[in-house]
């Protein structure tokens, strides 16, 4: 009788490592060790430069990153800082400008409201005679300037002093148009302290000789959000005021400004 076949024992070959490759290694990830069969992860590269050359020239990225990114906000404060003024001591112009800053189930929200307030003393004081209210009116239902007049209306300016623009989707639309399109050449405008030096000086690339009227607001989470996100803006400030697109909309020139100036004259 035959004996079984016993099972041949396996043994296992040995294998060649794997050649490396120059630069196939990648900081932080995992690779498959040939001569242990496991899976092992590579020590991550150091993110900072190890020889003094390298580090010289690591400075000089961060700081040319630095300056580009503070030439807006320098130059937005070169332009208007000498023509943010108070209600008190702003220059007297036949226009202001208030610029919207949303609403509230169909009234201007409280930033709003401040501006439009300040718009008020201003005509009530005598410094400006007509007030040119711009904001967004891209949906039916969502009307700025509408809810901007009727708040003024109540705080005494007269509906024939209020002239409404209802394409001005963002600052630089607004100055374009008001230029443009309203026909005004000078105006004082009306926003809050962070966002008054950007108005100033896009009204002035816009061709509007411009002061700005800085709304004080006390210093909560919205105030902040404000002014970092003009941090961010400027940037975009900038680009406008060198290659001065035309506004979203622009449309055919309107009398509503020389006709209430006219008609205040009048009287």
């Not at 040995?14 to 496991?38: D, E, I, M, N």
């Not at 991550?44 to 010289?56: K, S, T, Y």
């Not at 963002?170 to 950007?198: E, M, N, Y």
Request: with cysteine.
């Amino acid at each position: 009788m035959p004996l079984p076949k016993l099972p041949r024992p396996r043994v296992p070959r040995p294998r060649a490592p794997r050649p490396r490759v120059p630069g196939s290694r990648v900081p932080g990830s995992a690779r498959l060790s040939w001569s242990s069969g496991r899976l092992t992860r590579l020590p991550r590269r150091p993110w900072w430069p190890r020889d003094r050359r390298g580090r010289r020239r690591a400075v000089q990225t961060v700081m040319l990153g630095c300056v580009l990114a503070l030439m807006p906000v320098t130059w937005m404060h070169a332009v208007a800082d000498s023509r943010v003024r108070t209600v008190a001591d702003v220059p007297a112009g036949d226009v202001a400008v208030v610029f919207g800053a949303g609403l509230r189930a169909g009234r201007p929200a409280p930033y709003l409201a401040h501006r439009l307030d300040a718009a008020a003393e201003l005509y009530s004081t005598g410094k400006v005679k007509v007030v040119l209210v711009t904001g967004d009116n891209s949906r039916e239902e969502y009307d700025e300037p509408d809810a901007m007049r009727t708040y003024l209306i109540e705080r005494g300016v007269p509906d024939g002093r209020i002239v409404s623009d209802y394409a001005g989707f963002d600052t630089w639309d607004s100055c374009v148009r008001a230029r443009k399109i309203f026909g005004v050449d000078r105006a004082v405008l009306v926003t809050q302290g962070f966002h008054v030096r950007r108005a100033v000086a896009l009204c002035r690339a816009a061709g509007v000789e411009s002061y700005g009227v800085g709304v004080s607001e006390r210093r909560d989470a919205t105030w902040y959000y404000g002014g970092i996100r003009e941090m961010f803006a400027s940037g975009k400030a900038a680009a406008e005021a060198l290659l001065r697109p035309d506004p979203m909309f622009l449309g055919p020139t309107e009398t509503g400004v020389t006709e209430a100036l006219a008609a205040g004259h009048a009287r």
